[in-house]
């Protein structure tokens, strides 16, 4: 799915103009975005849950050349499924 089939199927389920529906989108975007800068966690409950994990410094190596090279310490977000999330994607694959 792309974003633009995304806005449609929001715009198509929420009874909204397609305008208003990127506007929801981007907003909601936004605001996870703004969230995790923030190092908070946000819970959809029956959705998932967004954080953010640390990584630490590390030695890593160039698979090409095999010289070693230094990885810089970094956040990056994660996301953790919801039993909702994974009860209706397992219900799809099983029939």
Do not use: H
Not at 24 to 47: H, N, P, Q, R, Y
Request: charged share 30%; hydrophobic share 40%.
């Amino acid at each position: 799915m792309t974003k633009a089939e995304l806005i449609s199927a929001i715009a198509t389920d929420a009874e909204l103009t397609k305008v208003d529906a990127e506007k929801a989108l981007k907003g909601l975007i936004g605001a996870v975005t703004e969230c995790l800068k923030k190092g908070d966690k946000l819970s959809l409950v029956g959705f998932g849950t967004f954080s953010t994990v640390e990584r630490a410094a590390r030695k890593g190596q160039n698979p090409q050349t095999g010289k070693k090279i230094a990885i810089p310490a970094s956040v990056s977000p994660k996301f953790k499924p919801g039993k909702g999330l994974k009860d209706a994607v397992n219900a799809k694959k099983k029939k």
